[in-house]
Each structure stands twice: as C-alpha cells, then as structure tokens.
C-alpha cells in the first residue's frame, strides 16, 4: 500500500505540475524556496501542529543525497525488526490504506491534511524530510524522537540536484549546469544552500538523539552502515536479514523497481547512484570556486571533517 501510495501521490503531482505556470512553480516561505509541484503553502504554515511519537524514525537529508534510498533501507530495517504475523501485517496495510497517506512521508509534502491521516498510522513510522533543523516541528525534539541526519559529498549533490530538478521542470525554466551552478552555490534552490545546513546541524553532534551517516559511508559498506542504523534505532535484526536488505536495496534493485514504486517519476529519481559523477562536470573553476566555498563556511566544524571532503572531492 505504500508503493501504490507514493505511485498515486507522484502521479497527480506530475499531472498538475502542467496547469502550473512557470512563475508560479517556486515559492518562498519563511524567507526558504520551495517546490510548489509537492510542496503546499498552508502545509508549511502549520508545520508545527505535527505531533510526532517518540519512537518515530526521522530521516533527514537535503535534496538529492541519498533519502530516497536510505528511507527504504529503515522501512526495511523496521519491517524486519517487527517481525509482524500475518494478522499484524494486514492490520498495518488496512491503517495506511485506510489513513490515505497518498503522498511520500515527507514532512513538507503534500496538503496539510496530512497530518490528521498521519496520526492513523501504526507505530513505528518511517518519517523523511529535507528540512533544516531549525525549520523541522518543535515536537520532533520535545519528544526525542531518534533522527538519522544524511549527507553526502556536496558536489555529487549538486549533479544530482540538476538532474533531477530539470527531469522534473521544477524551475521556471531548464537551467544548464553553468546556470544551476551559480544558484547551488549561492543557495538559490528549493531548501536553501546547503552548506547552511551543514552549519545547522553541526550543533547537534552531541546530541544522543541524532546520528549522522554519509551516502558515501553507507554505498563503500552497505551492511555496516545498516548494522549502525539498526543500533542508533533500536532495530533487532539478523545478520541474515541485513545482507537481505543489503541486496533488495542496492541501487540496481531499486532502480529496476522504480516504475512500480515510483511510477513516472522513477527514472528520475535513480540515475546513476555512484560516487564522483561530479568529475565528469565541474570546471577547473567551479572546482576552486566549491573547494573555497567549502573551506571558508564548514571546513573546520567536526562535520565537515566527517564528510572527507578531501577524499570525495578532490581530483
């Protein structure tokens, strides 16, 4: 039911996004773009009412590094570790079919009724959004709430960023790399720049309540950083039923799934899923240019140290 979910929820997004005039397709909220294509002005005014659970499983990540596949990953993780019977597995398919969560669980998609259907759904939900922290429902922290924080290197973000965001027409017009560059980097992009939210979540480290993973980690030793994750989330799962995951999750078996999870937008959102695609792209000068941004705003934070810009960003 969440694969037809999601598939329903892309569908009419895909379909509306046509009556959407190419002005209209950004908004600003709260001084942030957003997508107006999956993204709803009175979702985010009321963003804060979300009454989240303390056992909910929180992935945050900016766009495009990597919540699309890490989210399936923990669905995963949990599904294994709840070890439902049958009789629990149909009463959990009747609550989402029933709650017509028609839409990805992220937070700031979708309209903001919502938030009334989540409240249908069984414990523990699976919870995703792109939000900076300072943006993210108070409730989240109030109840300590657990919160797995994704990044991935800032250059193959940025490739995948323009892919993406022209695949899907969510700026007024295509842009070129040249052009989708300069507002990456400036922070002219649906959720902001992202070295902004590197900064933000730097104050977090030691917060037992988060942890945080790299794409990068997670594609070099898949198993391990499912094994890291199942731990932080209190996951009770087998060595067997890790590797299980390992290979239904590999980016092969999710892409070659993709038109039944995601229906059209599936192509667009697994490409190539590999380490260093920016090579292939960035100038001499816009490698200076990200290499200095990086060094001057994050560089010296403990998490930018834990990114390894030098090993995944450097010729």
Same mark, same amino acid.
């Given at each position: ?109 979708? $309209?903001?009724?919502? &938030?009334?259907?989540?409240? *249908?759904?069984?414990?523990?939900? !699976?919870? @995703? %959004? ?100 199942? $731990?932080?989330?209190? &996951?009770?799962?087998?060595? *067997?039923?890790?590797?299980?995951? !390992?290979? @239904? %999750? ?66």
């Amino acid at each position: 039911m969440a694969q037809a979910g999601m598939r329903e929820f892309l569908k009419k997004a895909l379909a509306e996004k046509e009556e959407i005039s190419p002005s209209d397709r950004l908004f600003f909220h709260n001084g942030e773009m957003y997508p107006a294509m999956i993204c709803c002005p009175q979702t985010l005014k009321i963003l804060d009412t979300f009454e989240t659970r303390s056992d909910d499983v929180i992935l945050v990540g900016y766009p495009k590094t990597g919540t699309n596949w890490v989210g399936q990953i923990l669905v995963e993780l949990e599904a294994a570790s709840g070890k439902y019977d049958d009789e629990e597995r149909k009463n959990r398919s009747m609550w989402q079919r029933e709650s017509e969560l028609s839409l990805f669980p992220y937070l700031e998609f979708g $309209d903001p009724g919502k &938030f009334e259907r989540m409240k *249908q759904l069984p414990s523990r939900r !699976v919870i @995703k %959004t792109h939000l900076a922290p300072q943006r993210l429902p108070k409730s989240i922290f109030q109840k300590k709430a657990k919160i797995l924080v994704l990044f991935r290197n800032p250059k193959d973000t940025a490739v995948s960023y323009l892919h993406f965001a022209n695949s899907m027409n969510l700026f007024p017009t295509q842009k070129n790399w040249d052009e989708f560059f300069s507002d990456f980097i400036s922070g002219k992009v649906p959720w902001g720049l992202y070295f902004d939210h590197i900064i933000e979540w730097n104050k977090y480290l030691d917060d037992k309540n988060v942890m945080f993973i790299t794409y990068e980690e997670i594609k070099e030793n898949a198993a391990l950083g499912m094994k890291k994750m199942a $731990d932080f989330f209190d &996951f009770s799962v087998s060595e *067997q039923e890790i590797q299980s995951i !390992v290979e @239904k %999750t590999s980016f092969k078996a999710m892409k070659d799934r993709s038109s039944e999870t995601y229906g059209e937008m599936g192509k667009n959102l697994f490409r190539k899923g590999i380490v260093g695609d920016w090579k292939n792209i960035f100038s001499e000068d816009q490698n200076e240019e990200m290499d200095r941004k990086f060094k001057e705003s994050v560089a010296r934070t403990k998490l930018g140290m834990i990114l390894k810009y030098d090993v995944y960003c450097k010729c």
